[in-house]
């Protein structure tokens, strides 16, 4: 059997190194062409308030059936229960060991994906939504109008979803830092699990399990967010059609909107950029900390948590100077409007980032999730599906493919974001000659986050 190699927890990379400056000058290019083109043709609103359609019989039947929520409810509890048992019993070598592969890679990378193509799939999945709906099922029958909710403060919107998203790559990309690499232990995973399981659970308890799970389980806001980019979309329990990223218009009306997507980008980059850009400050920093006397591993989660911090720092400056400079044409919304209005806009590149990133890991490490690791997933030596000794086809894809899928995601996900940026300046500003103008700032950000996702990847890969 092959060896998965870890870094990051279970990133590996192996690509081909990237000339930075040719083609941050294409992916300028092509940006600067595509704000010009939407500046001439592109002069009304098309994804605000479009309308919804009721889907196709064959996709709203089963999506609409309380049997398949059900269903994808126990799948759900049943998967949390896996990930639970590996953890706790299975090897602690992490390679080895369902629970980490299925965790950081089949769920977290998996489900962003699945959520633009089908909508927001994994509310269904969700083991703590099916739970809490099962108690609250239960409570209702053996003790009616018992169960009452605290009323959420709105004002603390998505704070929470957006704390728990860097504390879940905090855990996965940090706290298993020894100096040398990464390597997360399966045991720490599954007791990380019960006490999220046992958090969300209370919180499910005192403001309800809709709420809490639109709010603050980070995980469904977090592809929530993805899936707001869908054509498909849960209205009053119905299944509809509605017009590509026409979701994401009004996405960030929620507080903590903006901090939870700033984030989603943050947290990439910085684990894009840890071995690589900031490789030497991190170290240097680091071996500062080491010095007032703290134990290496200390130092070294300090010295990484201290960079993540700054890394989603950096991500927020851009952004706020460009809206900061939308604030100069007239007629301009004040800042605290345009800031939120506008934060739909970086969902995209979220994604791309995302795909930029972690393109290669998921396609390797889910030949070993669906192979060996589904056959022996405690890594005992079991062979239940007769693949343990099956091994990651390193040759299913080339560096050239990995290298086009990684910068066609960047350049597709700034586009999309001008599109987005261009339709909510038409909105803000009638006078489409202002909305262009306003649309200046929005390139500049474009330009510099395209710019800081190719130099991330090119020092990943050399």
């Known amino acids: 059997m092959i060896s998965v190699p870890l870094a990051h927890a279970l990133v590996s990379r ?156 905090w855990l996965e990309i940090i706290y298993g830092a020894t100096g040398a690499a990464v390597v997360l232990s399966p045991e720490i995973v599954a007791k990380a699990t019960i006490l999220y399981s046992v958090y969300t659970l209370v919180m499910m308890g005192v403001f309800g399990v809709e709420k809490w799970n639109s709010r603050g389980e980070f995980f469904s806001v977090y592809f929530g967010m993805f899936a707001s980019m869908s054509s498909f979309r849960k209205r009053e329990g119905k299944l509809e059609r509605r017009r590509w990223l026409s979701g994401t218009t009004d996405w960030a009306n929620v507080p903590g909107s903006l901090a939870l997507v700033v984030s989603a980008i943050g947290v990439t980059t910085f ?50 100077l460009g809206v900061k400079g939308m604030t100069r044409v007239d007629a301009a919304p004040p800042f605290k409007v345009l800031r939120s209005r506008f934060a739909h806009t970086l969902i995209p590149i979220a994604l791309a ?33 007769g693949t343990a000794t099956s091994g990651i086809d390193y040759t299913l894809i080339g560096p050239e493919l990995v290298w086009y899928v990684q910068v066609g995601a960047l350049i597709a996900g700034h586009v999309t974001a001008l599109v987005l940026a261009h339709d909510r300046a038409l909105l803000i500003w009638p006078d489409y000659r202002l909305a262009t103008r306003s649309q200046y700032w929005m390139l500049a950000v474009m330009l510099c986050f395209t710019s800081l996702g190719l130099f991330l990847l090119s020092f990943a890969n050399q």
């Open 14 to 169: 192996g690509d081909l190194p990237i000339p930075v400056w040719l083609f941050a000058w294409g992916a300028g290019v092509v940006l600067v062409v595509s704000f010009f083109a939407l500046a001439s043709a592109w002069r009304k609103p098309r994804f605000e308030d479009a309308p919804g359609r009721p889907a196709a019989t064959w996709l709203s039947v089963p999506a609409n059936s309380s049997a398949v929520q059900f269903l994808s409810g126990l799948i759900g509890v049943l998967l949390l229960a896996a990930v639970l048992y590996a953890g706790i019993e299975g090897t602690e070598a992490a390679d080895r060991n369902f629970s980490l592969t299925f965790v950081f890679v089949t769920s977290w990378l998996g489900f962003p994906v699945l959520s633009v193509v089908f909508g927001n799939v994994f509310t269904a999945f969700s083991p703590w939504r099916a739970i809490g709906r099962a108690y609250g099922w239960l409570a209702q029958r053996l003790a009616p109008g018992t169960v009452r909710h605290v009323e959420y403060p709105e004002k603390f919107g998505r704070w929470p979803a957006a704390v728990g998203l860097v504390a879940f790559v």
């Open 271 to 320: 684990d894009g950029a840890q071995e690589g850009a900031l490789k030497t400050p991190i170290e240097w920093t680091q071996e500062r900390i080491g010095d007032l006397g703290f134990a290496a591993t200390v130092s070294v989660r300090a010295g990484d948590t201290v960079f993540l911090l700054i890394t989603i720092g950096i991500v927020a400056l851009i952004y706020l």
């Open 353 to 385: 980032y995302l795909v930029a990133h972690y393109f290669s890991l998921f396609v390797f490490q889910e030949q070993a999730q669906f192979t060996f690791l589904l056959s022996d997933p405690l890594g005992d030596g079991s062979n239940l599906f």
